[in-house]
């Protein structure tokens, strides 16, 4: 048995279920660490009243085999019912419970415990995906090693991401590091550049042509959290043409307002929606060019997506699911859900969410996530925001931000990932009990709580 699989399971503590429904708890949480404490309502698993299903009814890619589609080969999405899903390449029903940066960490205070648990990247790879399959998650996030993940032979579903957009305003030095991602001259995307759909498809061909018959590769994410602003018309309309970089982009919102002289809200949220659709429409394209039979799950959005309807119209022409890292909200908003699928007419994932505990001896400083008191905590969390994922019927699964603490030691990394408890485990490759026991208990009960909240009246599509 391998390290990760004898660590033990922690019970936390029980509760009785009222009669409505899945009890809540009050949690302490604050918003940073400058924040005050403030108790946030928090509904928990009744795990004692709801029964996993067996192993056996699951198909080797995880998907539930009951009411099984057909069997395609690769991941899909489809709208069953009222209920959007993942069906798997066996044709069975898959909700993506992941986990982000699932990758080794071999230096600093990570370098020791490495070498004495693993010594080599193949066995940290074999162990940590027992690991996710003991608390049963699905498959991998974004941002992890998904060459060392694809090799083992018992491989998990996986993703790739791609930074198509990032890497070719880098070719033309129009970005700089923002804390959490890539940052670009006067926040303008050079999607108007006429070397960009060259750019993509190099790229798709470089890092993908080896994965186009996989199975396992679930799909693609083609950048990270790409700046989206409502004046973005005027921010191009306004850029130095001297520099050829910038000329493109200025041209191009040019003969978007044509002979007009009055630049209207109206024309820039349509403008917003033209820019976000040339974007997925040119990824997209270059993705399908080298892996046809794959998801396209978005660039990533984040805080400014919330409400810019047209990058959501955009990304719904082009993408199987559209992809979202969601925070600032201790509970998902049912309203942002419900506008998402509208505005997309596809289903939602959400790519990043997570909380920290304060019992983790770290200064926790640096991140977007709440700060909760103990791991156990941040277990509750877990259950409860992705409970409520589950009733909204739209979102076809969720990835914990992330798989590792951040390293203090490490001074040369974003400033988003300095001094904070992410991960499930920290940076000694030990374990959070607590946390792992609570996301288990729902990981394991995802099937039977969708089928509890279809039959609610309460559910909303």
Same mark, same amino acid.
Request: charged residues 25%; contains cysteine.
């Given at each position: 048995?391998?390290f990760?699989?004898?660590?033990?399971?922690?019970?936390?503590?029980?509760?009785?279920t009222?009669?409505?429904?899945?009890?809540?708890?009050?949690?302490?949480?604050?918003?940073n660490?400058?924040?005050?404490?403030?108790?946030?309502?928090?509904?928990?698993?009744?795990s004692?009243g709801i029964?996993?299903?067996?192993?056996?009814?699951?198909?080797?890619?995880?998907?539930?085999?009951?009411?099984?589609?057909?069997?395609?080969g690769f991941?899909?999405?489809?709208?069953?019912?009222?209920?959007?899903?993942?069906?798997?390449?066996?044709?069975?029903?898959?909700?993506?419970?992941? +986990?982000?940066?699932?990758?080794?960490?071999?230096?600093?205070?990570?370098?020791?415990?490495?070498?004495?648990?693993?010594?080599?990247?193949?066995?940290?790879?074999?162990?940590? +995906?027992?690991?996710?399959?003991?608390?049963?998650f699905?498959?991998?996030g974004?941002?992890?090693?998904?060459?060392?993940?694809?090799?083992?032979?018992?491989?998990?579903?996986?993703?790739?991401?791609?930074?198509?957009?990032?890497?070719f305003?880098?070719?033309?030095?129009?970005t700089?590091?923002?804390?959490?991602?890539t940052?670009?001259?006067?926040?303008?995307?050079?999607?108007?550049?006429?070397?960009?759909?060259?750019?993509?498809?190099d790229?798709?061909?470089?890092?993908?042509a080896?994965?186009?018959?996989?199975?396992? /590769?679930?799909?693609?994410?083609?950048?990270?959290? +790409?700046?989206?602003?409502?004046?973005?018309?005027?921010?191009?309309?306004? /850029?130095?043409?001297?520099?050829?970089?910038?000329?493109?982009?200025r041209q191009?919102?040019?003969?978007?307002?044509?002979?007009?002289?009055?630049?209207?809200?109206?024309?820039?949220?349509?403008?917003m929606?033209?820019?976000?659709?040339?974007?997925?429409?040119?990824?997209?394209?270059?993705?399908?060019?080298?892996?046809?039979?794959?998801?396209?799950l978005?660039?990533?959005?984040?805080?400014?997506?919330?409400?810019?309807?047209?990058?959501?119209?955009a990304?719904?022409?082009?993408?199987?699911?559209?992809?979202?890292n969601?925070?600032?909200?201790w509970?998902p908003q049912?309203?942002?859900?419900?506008?998402w699928?509208e505005?997309?007419?596809k289903?939602?994932?959400?790519?990043?969410?997570?909380?920290?505990?304060?019992d983790?001896?770290m200064i926790?400083?640096?991140?977007?996530?709440?700060?909760?008191?103990?791991?156990?905590?941040?277990?509750?969390?877990?259950?409860?925001?992705?409970?409520?994922l589950?009733?909204s019927?739209t979102?076809?699964?969720?990835h914990?931000f992330?798989?590792?603490d951040?390293?203090?030691?490490?001074?040369?990394?974003?400033?988003?990932?300095?001094?904070?408890?992410?991960?499930i485990?920290?940076?000694?490759?030990?374990?959070?009990?607590?946390?792992?026991?609570a996301?288990?208990?729902?990981?394991?009960?995802i099937?039977? /709580?969708?089928q /509890?909240f279809?039959?609610s009246?309460?559910?909303?599509?």
């Amino acid at each position: 048995m391998t390290f990760h699989a004898r660590i033990s399971m922690v019970l936390l503590m029980c509760w009785v279920t009222p009669a409505s429904g899945q009890p809540t708890r009050s949690i302490d949480a604050k918003a940073n660490i400058n924040s005050d404490w403030k108790a946030r309502e928090t509904r928990v698993l009744d795990s004692a009243g709801i029964q996993p299903p067996r192993p056996s009814a699951y198909t080797r890619f995880g998907g539930l085999k009951m009411d099984r589609q057909e069997p395609t080969g690769f991941f899909r999405v489809k709208k069953i019912e009222e209920r959007w899903w993942m069906i798997d390449p066996e044709g069975g029903r898959f909700i993506f419970a992941g +986990l982000c940066s699932v990758k080794p960490q071999t230096k600093l205070t990570a370098q020791e415990p490495f070498q004495k648990r693993f010594a080599s990247i193949q066995a940290w790879a074999r162990d940590t +995906l027992d690991l996710l399959r003991i608390h049963r998650f699905t498959g991998i996030g974004g941002f992890s090693d998904h060459e060392a993940i694809r090799k083992v032979p018992s491989p998990m579903p996986y993703t790739v991401t791609l930074s198509l957009m990032s890497t070719f305003g880098k070719k033309l030095h129009l970005t700089h590091a923002e804390s959490g991602h890539t940052g670009y001259a006067e926040r303008c995307l050079p999607v108007f550049h006429p070397d960009f759909e060259q750019h993509c498809l190099d790229q798709c061909r470089e890092r993908l042509a080896q994965m186009r018959d996989d199975p396992w /590769l679930i799909g693609i994410f083609s950048d990270n959290e +790409l700046p989206i602003e409502k004046d973005m018309l005027d921010r191009m309309l306004g /850029l130095d043409d001297s520099k050829p970089a910038f000329a493109y982009m200025r041209q191009a919102a040019r003969s978007f307002i044509a002979d007009k002289s009055v630049v209207t809200d109206e024309m820039r949220r349509a403008f917003m929606e033209h820019v976000f659709d040339t974007y997925f429409r040119i990824t997209t394209q270059a993705i399908r060019a080298v892996v046809p039979h794959h998801l396209c799950l978005g660039s990533r959005f984040h805080g400014p997506a919330t409400n810019a309807r047209g990058a959501w119209k955009a990304a719904g022409r082009w993408c199987d699911a559209v992809s979202m890292n969601y925070y600032g909200h201790w509970s998902p908003q049912r309203d942002h859900l419900q506008q998402w699928h509208e505005w997309s007419g596809k289903p939602c994932l959400i790519s990043e969410f997570y909380v920290k505990g304060a019992d983790a001896g770290m200064i926790n400083s640096s991140g977007a996530g709440w700060l909760v008191k103990t791991q156990g905590d941040r277990g509750l969390f877990y259950q409860h925001f992705t409970m409520a994922l589950l009733e909204s019927k739209t979102c076809v699964g969720w990835h914990w931000f992330k798989y590792m603490d951040n390293d203090p030691a490490d001074t040369q990394t974003d400033a988003s990932n300095k001094d904070s408890n992410k991960g499930i485990l920290n940076v000694r490759y030990e374990p959070y009990a607590p946390l792992l026991h609570a996301m288990r208990e729902l990981n394991a009960r995802i099937h039977p /709580l969708i089928q /509890l909240f279809d039959a609610s009246p309460k559910t909303s599509n």
